[in-house]
């Protein structure tokens, strides 16, 4: 367990950072000056839990507490958030705060912080009953880790707080996280209706009978020394008490045990059908979602024996986030709208790490303040590498390792994959994609070995929560201050084994919606795949050096290549994502490597002979022409694999009520089978139609900017620029290689310069692929540093030796949809293609003017603004999805149309 040690002492609490030394102050006291003595007296930084069986035996401490610290001109400050009726009234002086436990862990935990921090030291506190806490948050776990972070805190600033806890209301560990954090631990009881005090934990104090139970006598609290009462008082009370067992359970287990007790004597016809509904609404919110549509939609789908299930699969307690939410959700649409998807589905056998283990690692790792830090517009960046640090060095607490290594021992060797699914991702509005890490484990080795990759695994997904990418794009979407905890969702990798290969037969990402309809049979309701062979990576990173296969679901053999010159052939995936168990690494491998080390695969489905493809061009082969080349012709034609997922699509698409995105392997089985593994699904953040404006008809050559014939993703719309940054393909080529990644930062600066320099419309223009991670292909750049233009545009066959490849589904493909941001590129040298390259490299360049200090990249990078650089006119951007067409013009504001 991380601990931290309280100075000036020879004590360690659990929980965050090293603690200021501590000063010597006045006297202190609870009110109660007989109680004082029992303690030895009150020290600068006490925390009092007393441990009750009911809040009305909390109050006679409460009432004097605040008396006293009010006549002595103490900041008293009240935290009422329970249900109970409040323990300190109002117009007595004291300030209360009253807040509300169901905004979360996180927004609950900072606003207390807040207060706490603006009262400075010396304040004095009183906390309603935390159990309540345990309740609205439906965790011991979480209740523990509030007491972790919230106890140090108020111990640093010389604080005197009380709080109370219900006996026997809560597991071991819970309590053990309190009793191991608080100064005062003091358990209250009753016995013949006498009140008693018995200390359990005095931190820094001593005396002979301080340990003892003590009784209220008068204003004396007298110590019980003689055995024969004490031995009577106290068998009393144990005999009250609730066994072990039932203490050993978290207030999650208790509700999961009444819920199985409400179905059981709901079928005996004891209990309403309408008390299930009832425990089903809070399972739901305890353990699946808190977002409205979510719930209202996961109402339908889901019954009460389902979220049974799920806790059999949990480790931990919480939230099991957003991408295990979609994949439940979905799959539980499908096989309950028809029941033939039951046989069409592989059967999943997914864990579950619920969202309160990734706060427990937060606050026993030292990770608390940089996170609370986070929730700051201005500071949220700050601290974040260190944390980062901390999380990948963090340990884990025994209990929950014991339930990993049971997992993982269920698993076996079966490669695994560790995927993030934090609370907001993946839900109507954010998708997340690629912002937190998902990592491949083989699985191979000891079980020492496959242990410790897990907890790596595990350690690089709660890093990347505090990326600058994952932070930046909180910041962007306004979610800097929401809850955003995370959940992990532990898949079987789809596949088989070949030899020393594991991979799927085919894997990829579906929308219900295609916004990309590249010839005039397209129907976009229709949907589209895009299909990879081997683990489906490469269907949602784009992958530089490599293409896909894009399917649309009403007519599969339609490629988008065939307008293009080479066809199928060029434009074929060759290389294969997949798990190497030999070396125990996920990597890359040709497809004729893949085939050669796989000879039970059914490699016709997917692939044809290249001397085959040549043959039928008219072409002669040579003997080096015998390779595999990926075109999944008979997989689309004579299987029913694409009508299958259509109808998936379709059926997703209407439960949801709401275009979806999917992510899914296949398989074919030996039998001829074929079996779909849904890996995820969530609302698809495609913004549809738009206002179709036809271009002028006439458009002088001198004025036209650039014309180009697809491929164009995003609305249709016509819109007016205000600024052009143009990155020049003869000077970028010139570049090394190494020059190049000082390009794509100088991009960043420009989008992001302030004020007046950062106009409203940008279009951001450049040779071969924008974002790609290899600059001799593109220029390099994040999608942070561009999320403010309107507009990208990839110049090919200038400069660039590489054609686009559309990035339908991939992470970087949402970050536009998401952003509103229109995709296009221009092939200068193709039939109905243009580029005023003239125009581009005559007009007036600004950067030296806003960046002077960069001034030296003039040459290869021009900021062209507007109407300056257009003898008075504007540049206009016309954009037609449907004809997969883009004019960019040059007109008065009169002649825009």
């Not at 309740?135 to 600033?157: E, I, K, Q, R």
């Not at 050669?596 to 072409?619: E, F, K, M, Q």
Request: charged content about 25%.
């Amino acid at each position: 367990m991380f601990v931290v040690t309280y100075p000036g002492t020879d004590r360690s609490v659990p929980g965050g950072d090293v603690l200021a030394a501590r000063p010597k102050s006045e006297t202190l006291s609870t009110g109660l000056p007989g109680l004082d003595r029992v303690f030895t007296g009150i020290l600068p930084g006490d925390n009092i839990v007393w441990q009750v069986d009911a809040v009305e035996d909390y109050v006679p401490f409460v009432e004097p507490f605040v008396a006293d610290a009010l006549a002595k001109g103490k900041r008293l400050v009240y935290f009422r958030f329970a249900r109970h009726p409040e323990l300190v009234p109002r117009g007595i002086g004291a300030e209360i705060h009253t807040l509300h436990p169901e905004v979360g862990f996180e927004t609950f935990t900072a606003r207390i912080h807040k207060v706490i921090e603006e009262a400075g030291r010396g304040a004095f506190y009183v906390f309603d009953c935390l159990s309540d806490l345990a309740a609205d948050w439906y965790s011991d776990l979480m209740l523990g880790n509030f007491f972790m972070v919230t106890c140090p805190y108020l111990y640093d600033l010389d604080t005197v707080t009380y709080f109370a806890l219900l006996r026997d209301g809560h597991s071991f560990d819970a309590v053990s996280s309190i009793r191991g954090t608080t100064q005062l631990l003091i358990d209250v009881f009753r016995h013949e209706d006498r009140l008693y005090v018995h200390p359990l934990k005095v931190d820094r104090r001593s005396s002979p009978t301080m340990y003892l139970p003590h009784v209220r006598d008068g204003k004396a609290f007298r110590p019980l020394t003689e055995s024969a009462v004490l031995s009577e008082v106290l068998e009393d009370l144990s005999r009250r008490r609730v066994d072990a067992v039932s203490r050993s359970l978290d207030i999650w287990d208790r509700k999961l045990l009444q819920a199985r007790e409400v179905i059981d004597e709901v079928r005996l016809g004891v209990r309403s059908g309408g008390e299930a509904s009832e425990i089903f609404g809070r399972l739901l919110r305890m353990m699946v979602t808190r977002d409205e549509r979510l719930v209202a939609l996961a109402s339908r789908w889901f019954d009460l024996g389902d979220l049974l299930a799920l806790r059999k699969r949990m480790i931990g307690t919480g939230l099991i986030g957003g991408k295990s939410v979609g994949m439940l959700l979905a799959r539980a649409i499908l096989c309950k709208a028809d029941p033939r998807w039951r046989d069409r589905l592989e059967t999943h056998d997914s864990f579950y790490i619920g969202s309160d283990v990734f706060y427990t690692f937060l606050v026993r790792n030292g990770c608390w303040r940089a996170r609370r830090g986070q929730r700051n517009a201005g500071t949220f960046m700050d601290g974040a590498d260190v944390a980062r640090g901390r999380i990948l060095s963090g340990t884990f607490p025994a209990f929950l390792q014991e339930q990993f290594v049971a997992m993982l021992e269920y698993f076996g060797q079966s490669p695994i994959i560790v995927r993030s699914s934090s609370l907001l991702e993946d839900s109507f509005g954010n998708a997340f994609t690629g912002k937190y890490d998902s990592v491949f484990c083989p699985n191979q080795g000891s079980p020492q070995e496959r242990l410790s990759a897990f907890l790596e695994a595990i350690r690089a997904v709660y890093a990347s929560t505090m990326s600058p990418e994952a932070l930046l794009y909180r910041a962007h979407r306004g979610l800097i201050d929401r809850d955003e905890q995370m959940a992990i969702l532990v898949q079987r990798v789809s596949g088989a084994v070949h030899g020393h290969l594991f991979y799927p037969q085919v894997a990829g990402v579906g929308l219900s919606y295609n916004p990309y309809a590249w010839s005039e049979q397209i129907d976009p309701e229709a949907g589209v795949l895009r299909l990879v062979f081997g683990l489906g990576t490469r269907a949602v990173d784009r992958s530089d050096d490599d293409y896909t296969r894009l399917v649309a679901l009403n007519a599969p053999q339609r490629r988008p290549e065939s307008a293009r010159e080479g066809g199928g052939m060029s434009y074929s995936q060759r290389r294969v994502d997949l798990l190497d168990l030999r070396a125990n690494r996920f990597t890359s491998e040709g497809i004729d490597g893949v085939a050669r080390a796989s000879p039970d695969l059914p490699i016709d489905l997917y692939a044809v002979r290249r001397s085959a493809l040549l043959r039928g061009a008219g072409g002669s082969p040579r003997p080096s022409d015998e390779g595999w080349v990926l075109t999944f012709g008979k997989l689309l034609s004579e299987t029913p694999f694409v009508p299958h997922m259509r109808e998936m699509l379709g059926i997703l698409r209407d439960a949801y009520d709401y275009p979806v995105d999917i992510e899914f392997t296949a398989n074919f089985l030996p039998d001829g089978r074929h079996l779909v593994n849904l890996v995820q699904c969530r609302p698809l953040q495609v913004k549809e139609g738009g206002s179709i404006v036809d271009p002028p008809k006439r458009i002088p050559r001198s004025a036209l900017l650039l014309e180009s014939r697809g491929p164009v993703i995003g609305q249709s719309s016509l819109s007016r620029l205000d600024r052009v940054i143009f990155v020049d393909p003869a000077a970028y080529s010139a570049l090394s290689q190494r020059d190049r990644p000082s390009v794509g930062r100088l991009i960043g600066r420009i989008v992001h310069l302030p004020g007046e320099g950062s106009p409203g419309n940008v279009l951001l223009l450049g040779p071969g692929r924008w974002g790609t991670s290899t600059p001799s292909l593109g220029v390099p750049v994040s999608f942070a540093e561009i999320d403010k233009v309107s507009a990208i545009c990839e110049i090919i066959g200038v400069g660039m030796p590489v054609v686009p490849d559309v990035s339908l589904g991939t992470h970087f493909f949402n970050d536009l949809v998401e952003a509103n941001m229109l995709y296009l590129a221009v092939h200068p040298t193709r039939r109905g293609d243009s580029l005023n390259l003239k125009f581009l490299a005559g007009a007036k360049n600004r950067l030296a003017e806003l960046l002077p200090e960069d001034a030296e990249w003039e040459g290869v990078v021009r900021v062209i603004d507007f109407p300056d650089a257009g003898d008075g006119r504007l540049p206009y951007l016309n954009a037609n999805s449907f004809r997969q067409r883009v004019v960019c013009y040059l007109a008065s504001s009169r002649q825009e149309t």
